[in-house]
């Protein structure tokens, strides 16, 4: 049964439900048409309508341009199609690796590229051990057979390289991109892998012993089919 309100007049009292009072119903419908013409007409109504919508332009245009920026101040390691930096003409660029960097060596941070590229460094048993190479541009580089223990290589960009043979024992290997590299018979011994990648790489005959990897590395790196059965079975993959 619908219930009358009693804090309004008379002319103005509707049935919450159906009412059956014609007159109020009348008069109400008549008192909601008029107001609502005079928002639409008024333009103190219409233009906070407008503010609105053109905040809704502005916010949507300012997520963009964050969300673009984000993706090009990603790291190297973060994707294989990123755009990289011209190749160095510095004169005996690739002797800079004997030297290595030491600024900011946790997080890839370096006063000017150390560019590595194509530098050929195959068989090397002395002048790479323990330095680092933090954020390091080694696409295409060869290191095939060098001593490369202990050495840091933070964000390193190695798309491309090979490693064939190549002693990572006792290195940090952290976030390091290795997609499409030959690692074929490299040794990690005792490495830090946390976060790098192995797409596409080759890995037949790599060494796995005592490698320090977390959980969702390990579960990415497992998926590479090129893995001995050796290596799955010392890595734990199932």
């Not at 890995?203 to 490698?211: E, G, H, P, R």
């Amino acid at each position: 049964m619908a219930t009358l309100s009693n804090s309004t007049p008379m002319s103005q009292k509707v049935f919450s439900a159906t009412g059956r009072n014609s007159l109020s119903t009348r008069h109400h419908r008549s008192s909601l048409r008029f107001s609502a013409s005079r928002r639409d007409d008024d333009p103190e109504q219409v233009q906070p309508k407008e503010n609105v919508s053109r905040f809704k332009e502005l916010r949507s245009v300012a997520c963009g341009v964050l969300a673009a920026w984000a993706v090009t101040a990603a790291s190297p390691v973060i994707g294989a199609n990123i755009r990289l930096p011209p190749l160095s003409t510095e004169p005996n660029r690739c002797e800079r690796a004997f030297v290595g960097n030491t600024i900011g060596q946790a997080n890839g941070v370096y006063d000017k590229p150390l560019d590595l590229r194509f530098c050929d460094y195959a068989n090397d048993k002395s002048n790479l051990k323990g330095k680092s190479l933090a954020a390091a541009l080694l696409s295409d580089a060869k290191f095939d057979g060098a001593d490369m223990t202990e050495v840091v290589m933070t964000k390193a960009y190695a798309v491309g390289a090979s490693f064939k043979g190549t002693d990572f024992s006792n290195a940090v290997l952290d976030r390091v991109n290795f997609g499409k590299a030959n690692l074929q018979g490299a040794l990690f011994k005792n490495t830090v892998l946390s976060g790098s990648t192995f797409d596409e790489a080759q890995l037949q005959d790599a060494v796995f012993d005592d490698t320090i990897i977390g959980y969702i590395d390990l579960q990415k790196l497992c998926t590479n089919k090129t893995i001995s059965e050796d290596g799955r079975a010392t890595l734990g993959c199932r």
